[in-house]
């Protein structure tokens, strides 16, 4: 091989410097987020780990349900009731959308265009 | 198997010729005739038949021009508060205009009436329109998303979700009740009077009147026949329950539609 001694040192600072991100955060998760859980309330409407898969579903589901079917009974846990609505019911006990909902939302890069029409909580729009 | 090529033939033909007659057959003689021709049904009962359901909630309005003629300002009374509960901007110019509910002339609102020496009264008054609920929505079957719907108690709602801003219902609809958002509504909604109860709509969608569906779900009447107060001016109620005050109004006075003769059965009837 002509100039190997060029090359093959080249090779080795482009890899080294491609797999730079690979590397640097070897063994480390990243940054976990962390929603904010309202103040006082144990319980939602679903188990915790319904809520974080499914909770676009059931939001779908409810919205179906109240629009479509006329069906507004609120949900019932614990004796406590709540409005199938995410403005009038989930945002009631989850007021801040920046350290709730945005929290997930930012870190799996998804944007969900509920706040297009959807107030959120103390909004000034 | 002891079957000849010419007997599996024959065999083969019948049963394929049973096959896919038999139904056919069966759904004539059941049937009594042919089906007919069902459009992409977008509306299921609502587009069953031309005449008024005889049974079932059937939401409906009766308008007492009356009231109207006799009382200046509480239209446009009607109109502030059903815009303001359902975060309705004002952009400020016709262009952009978004109206629910809102005044017209006595030709525009019924335009299939003859023009020729015109009542006296009908001349300065002006008569509240809104979406007419058809019982036979033309909007509904154009919509190729199912976004506007129709309900089993007779409300043609919309579900902005999915709106994909076609615009095809705003043809469709004979009376011209509903307004596309050309720009982001957000910014002229009024912030010290808006319902945060109530969301908005974004750009590239068609709203209209939704009868206050939420309202009548919190037991409460339309946010137009509740600024009318106890005057009379707006009823709302079944059309369908012959005990409710809006039966016994249709009862008692002469109503007309707008535009009846399309076959779109409105559920919006007015006192002149």
């Not at chain 1, 939602?44 to 059931?58: D, F, N």
């Not at chain 1, 019932?76 to 006990?93: A, H």
């Not at chain 2, 003629?69 to 502030?80: E, F, P, S, V």
């Amino acid at each position: 091989m002509y100039d190997g001694k060029y090359i093959i040192p080249g090779l080795i600072v482009f890899v080294a410097l491609m797999t730079f991100p690979i590397w640097k955060n070897m063994g480390n998760a990243g940054i976990v987020p962390k929603p904010e859980k309202p103040v006082g309330v144990t319980k939602c409407v679903e188990s915790a780990q319904y809520m974080r898969t499914s909770h676009m579903k059931l939001l779908d589901d409810w919205r179906d349900e109240t629009l479509r079917d006329g069906d507004r009974t609120p949900v019932e846990v614990d004796g406590v009731k709540y409005e199938k609505s995410l403005m009038n019911g989930c945002l009631k006990c989850h007021t801040d959308k920046k350290k709730f909902c945005d929290e997930c939302h930012v870190y799996a890069s998804v944007k969900p265009y509920c706040w297009d029409c959807h107030y959120v909580p103390k909004e000034t729009f | 198997m002891d079957i000849k090529r010419r007997q599996f033939l024959k065999v083969a033909g019948l049963s394929t010729i049973a096959g896919l007659g038999a139904p056919a057959a069966f759904n004539l003689l059941l049937k009594g005739g042919p089906d007919t021709v069902s459009y992409a049904s977008s509306g299921g009962e609502a587009e069953a038949s031309h005449e008024a359901a005889p049974t079932g909630v059937r939401l409906g309005m009766v308008i007492d021009q009356r009231v109207f003629d006799a009382n200046k300002g509480l239209a446009q009374k009607c109109t502030t508060a059903c815009h303001t509960v359902h975060n309705v901007p004002n952009f400020g110019n016709k262009k952009d205009e978004i109206k629910w509910i809102f005044e017209v002339p006595f030709e525009k609102a019924f335009t299939g009436k003859s023009q020729y020496h015109k009542n006296k009264n009908l001349e300065d008054s002006s008569f509240l329109v809104l979406c007419n609920h058809c019982d036979n929505p033309p909007c509904v079957r154009a919509c190729p998303t199912k976004a506007t719907f129709k309900r089993k108690d007779g409300i043609v709602a919309m579900d902005y979700h999915r709106c994909i801003g076609c615009r095809f219902c705003m043809a469709a609809c004979p009376y011209g009740m509903r307004s596309f958002n050309w720009r982001d509504p957000r910014p002229f909604i009024d912030q010290k009077t808006h319902n945060k109860e109530f969301p908005t709509r974004m750009r590239g969608v068609v709203e209209k009147c939704n009868f206050c569906v939420d309202r009548l779900a919190r037991g409460q009447q339309p946010a137009c026949v509740e600024a009318c107060g106890n005057t009379g001016a707006m009823t709302f109620g079944d059309l369908n329950d012959s005990h409710s005050e809006i039966v016994k109004l249709l009862d008692n006075n002469f109503t007309i539609q707008r535009k009846p003769s399309l076959g779109t059965n409105p559920s919006v009837f007015y006192i002149v």
